[in-house]
């Protein structure tokens, strides 16, 4: 009468079991262990079905990691002696060594004739690179030269520009009004420095006017040239800093449009303190 035994075991020690039933060509874990037991009890026999599906897996190509490293040996031993067979039995023509050599040089010769020129397009390449490397060296060169000389006229610049004096900067405005001079806390000493150097200051009903000897003497002859006493065109004859100053003179009554001679003319109490 068989009896079932049941064998409780790691899941590690059932996946070895499982690869070398596998490996052993059965299917079922289950025959292989019993296998085991009996050939271990020595009372293991001809398992007939176990004979059969191992004959299946041949048939179906399916060999087992052995029987295939196998099979492989025995075919590379008789690849092996069938090649040694064939190179004793052949005539094998031995090659003197200036033939050799021959060969040798008709190669050489073929591959520089490929190489050169492929080479002299190369060294084409290279004289030019080196060609325009130079003419970057010198460029870079000149660039630097004219940085130099651009930093140089750029710091004379920012020094002449803080050494400039009010008389220079009204030079080139023509006229400073001291209401436009808020921001200058001691606006006493910079119209008499103005003074000083040579400006006309006027005095315009309290402001005090600043105005450059040769932008005074062209403003008044532009007014008394102007041919209208219509506001609209006078402002179009006139620039707005010259506009600004002569509306200021006329609303304080220093300059006046003379009807009978169609021009404007300056009071003869408007004298400029440039002294």
């Given amino acids: 009468m068989a009896r079932l035994v049941a064998v409780k075991i790691p899941d590690d020690v059932y996946k070895e079991l499982e690869r070398r039933a596998r490996e052993a060509g059965y299917t079922l874990v289950s025959d292989y262990v019993r296998d085991i037991?009996?050939?271990?009890?020595?009372r293991a026999g001809i398992s007939l079905r176990g004979l059969e599906e191992r004959l299946t897996r041949l048939e179906e190509g399916d060999l087992t990691p052995r029987?295939?490293?196998?099979?492989?040996?025995?075919?590379?031993?008789?690849?092996?002696?069938?090649?040694?067979?064939?190179?004793?039995?052949s005539?094998?023509?031995?090659?003197?060594?200036?033939?050799?050599?021959?060969?040798?040089?008709r190669v050489e010769r073929k591959v520089m004739d490929i190489i050169n020129p492929f080479t002299a397009k190369v060294d084409n390449v290279a004289s030019k690179l080196a060609d325009l490397i130079e003419r970057i060296e010198i460029l870079e060169?000149?660039?630097?030269?004219?940085?130099?000389?651009?930093k140089r006229v750029r710091e004379q610049a920012i020094q002449k520009h803080h050494r400039r004096t009010a008389i220079d900067r009204l030079k080139e405005r023509g006229v400073v009004f001291e209401s436009e001079l808020r921001w200058l806390r001691d606006r006493d000493a910079f119209f008499e420095r103005l003074r000083r150097d040579g400006a006309i200051i006027l005095d315009v009903k309290g402001e005090r006017i600043a105005v450059y000897p040769s932008f005074w003497s062209k403003f008044k002859d532009k007014v008394e040239k102007l041919p209208t006493a219509i506001d609209d065109e006078i402002k179009v004859l006139l620039?707005?800093?010259?506009?600004?100053l002569f509306s200021k003179l006329r609303e304080a009554g220093l300059v006046y449009y003379d009807a009978s001679k169609r021009a404007w003319k300056f009071v003869q109490e408007l004298e400029p303190q440039n002294m």
């Fill in 37 to 42: 037991i009996l050939r271990e009890l020595g």
């Fill in 67 to 89: 029987l295939y490293e196998r099979i492989l040996e025995i075919v590379k031993s008789v690849l092996a002696e069938s090649i040694e067979k064939t190179l004793t039995s």
């Fill in 91 to 105: 005539n094998v023509i031995e090659v003197k060594g200036d033939v050799v050599d021959k060969v040798v040089q």
């Fill in 141 to 150: 060169e000149r660039v630097k030269k004219l940085e130099e000389e651009f």
């Fill in 239 to 244: 620039r707005d800093v010259e506009y600004k």
